[in-house]
C-alpha cells in the first residue's frame, strides 16, 4: 500500500535553514504537500507540487521534488521561532480524494 | 474566509457514553474526512465521505460511525466511549479530486475518564 516517511525531529538556529525530507512509495502520486500544524491546532496546507515539476519555491519555502527516487523535501529559509512546528508530507495517491500522510516531523527552532 | 469548523475545541466524556463530534466546511466541498491523531502515531483515517449519504471506512474505523446527511455537515459517532478513545480528532474536507489538499478544522480534544 501507500506508504509515506518522514524524520521525527529537527532542531536548527534561528536565521539557518531547515531541510525537512520525506520519501514516499507510491509512484503514481499526482501531488504531493506539505502541511504546518502548531501546538493544539488543526493541519494547514502550506504549499503543494504536482508530480511533473521538480521544483516550486513560495517565498521562504523551496520544495524539491525527486520523482525517480520518490523524494520530497521542504527547505525552510531564515527559519524564525514561529517556524517551529510539526510538519507533514501527504501524498495524493490513486484513490481520488484520499491522501497518505506522514507521521509529521518537529521542527525546534532555537533562538 | 473558507472554514472547517468543529464544534467542541475540548471535551470530557465518561466511559460508555454516546459522543457526537460534528464538522461543517463552508466551502461546498464534496469530501470530507475524520482522522484521530495520537503521539508517535501520527494520522490515522477512521471514516470519510465523498458524498451525502456516502460513507467508507478508513484505516481504523471500529467503534466508530459517521453521518452525512448533508453535503456541509460531517459527524463522528463513538457508540460506547473508552478511554482507548482519548485524542485529538481532525476533522478536513476537500474538493472531489483533492488536487489542491485537505482544509483541517482546529481539532477536537476528546477526553474519556
Known amino acids: 500500500g501507500e506508504d509515506v516517511e518522514q524524520s521525527l525531529f529537527l532542531s536548527v538556529r534561528e536565521g539557518d535553514s531547515s531541510v525537512i525530507n520525506c520519501t514516499y512509495t507510491?509512484?503514481?502520486?499526482?501531488?504531493l504537500y506539505w502541511y504546518k500544524q502548531e501546538p493544539g491546532a488543526g493541519l494547514q496546507l502550506l504549499t503543494y507540487?504536482?508530480?511533473?515539476?521538480d521544483m516550486k519555491q513560495d517565498q521562504r519555502l523551496t520544495v524539491l521534488l525527486n520523482k525517480k527516487d520518490k523524494h520530497l523535501s521542504l527547505r525552510i529559509a531564515d527559519t524564525q521561532t514561529g517556524d517551529s512546528a510539526i510538519y507533514f508530507c501527504?501524498?495524493?495517491?490513486?484513490?481520488?480524494?484520499?491522501?497518505?500522510f506522514g507521521d509529521g516531523t518537529t521542527l525546534t527552532v532555537k533562538p | 474566509d473558507v472554514k472547517v469548523t468543529q464544534s467542541s475545541r475540548y471535551l470530557v466524556k465518561r466511559t460508555g457514553e454516546k459522543v457526537f463530534l460534528e464538522c461543517v466546511q463552508d466551502?461546498?466541498?464534496?469530501?470530507m474526512f475524520w482522522y484521530r491523531q495520537d503521539p508517535g502515531l501520527g494520522l490515522r483515517l477512521i471514516y470519510f465521505?465523498?458524498?451525502?449519504?456516502?460513507?467508507e471506512k478508513g484505516d481504523i474505523p471500529e467503534g466508530y460511525s459517521v453521518s452525512r446527511e448533508k453535503k456541509e455537515r460531517f459527524s463522528l459517532i463513538l457508540e460506547s466511549a473508552s478511554t482507548n478513545q482519548t485524542s485529538m480528532y481532525l476533522c478536513?474536507?476537500?474538493?472531489?479530486?483533492?488536487?489542491?489538499?485537505?482544509?483541517f478544522g482546529s481539532g477536537t480534544r476528546l477526553t474519556v475518564v
Open positions: 507510491d509512484s503514481s502520486s499526482t501531488y
Open positions: 466551502m461546498d466541498h464534496e469530501n
Open positions: 465521505s465523498y458524498d451525502v449519504k456516502m460513507k
Open positions: 478536513a474536507s476537500s474538493r472531489d479530486t483533492a488536487n489542491y489538499g485537505y482544509t
Open positions: 507540487i504536482f508530480s511533473n515539476m
Open positions: 501527504a501524498e495524493k495517491g490513486t484513490n481520488a480524494g484520499k491522501s497518505t
